[in-house]
């Protein structure tokens, strides 16, 4: 066995470990992945049809969820159980889509969603808005179970460690 080759097997040990840590995260990842997309396609759409409000309000969020991305991103090298930007961010996004909600049957709404026309759309556009709100609400769930160290990636993670000892 040539030195590289011993010298590979704990750095991989060691990258192995790192994939494990970040994998506790992927969902909360991918919600604000998902967050992140979908306002961007709000934000297109507003932009196709001028409507500054909507605009704003996507913009707004799209950056929002920039924060919470590079906290996560970072959990490859810190293993701690705390995210408190992306906790804070799935908090506001809830309270935007319940907000975004509610204003889908008011006035507001054409200058907000100015491609929701009829009723059909409305209803499309709260099935999403809901379905966010269910994504971040698993998504502080597992944040949650992190946080108090009750997930299952913990306990493979440990698994993993000492069966490489």
């Not at 030195?3 to 060691?14: L, V």
């Not at 409507?51 to 704003?56: F, L, N, P, R």
Request: glycine share 4%.
């Amino acid at each position: 066995m040539t030195h590289t080759s011993k010298m590979q097997k704990p750095n991989e040990k060691i990258k192995s470990i790192r994939y494990l840590y970040f994998s506790r995260y992927l969902l909360v990842h991918f919600t604000v992945a998902v967050m992140m997309v979908f306002d961007l396609f709000w934000l297109l759409a507003d932009l196709n049809y001028k409507a500054t409000w909507g605009m704003v309000l996507s913009l707004v969020l799209f950056i929002l969820a920039l924060v919470p991305e590079i906290e996560l991103i970072h959990k490859l090298d810190d293993h701690d159980n705390q995210a408190p930007s992306t906790k804070r961010f799935l908090f506001e996004q809830i309270g935007a889509n319940v907000l975004l909600g509610v204003s889908l049957f008011t006035p507001i709404c054409k200058k907000i969603y100015p491609f929701a026309a009829d009723q059909g759309s409305k209803m499309a556009i709260l099935a999403l808005l809901l379905a966010g709100i269910i994504c971040c609400g698993l998504a502080l769930k597992r944040l949650n179970s992190i946080a108090k160290s009750r997930d299952r990636y913990l306990k493979i993670i440990d698994n993993y460690k000492n069966y490489q000892q």
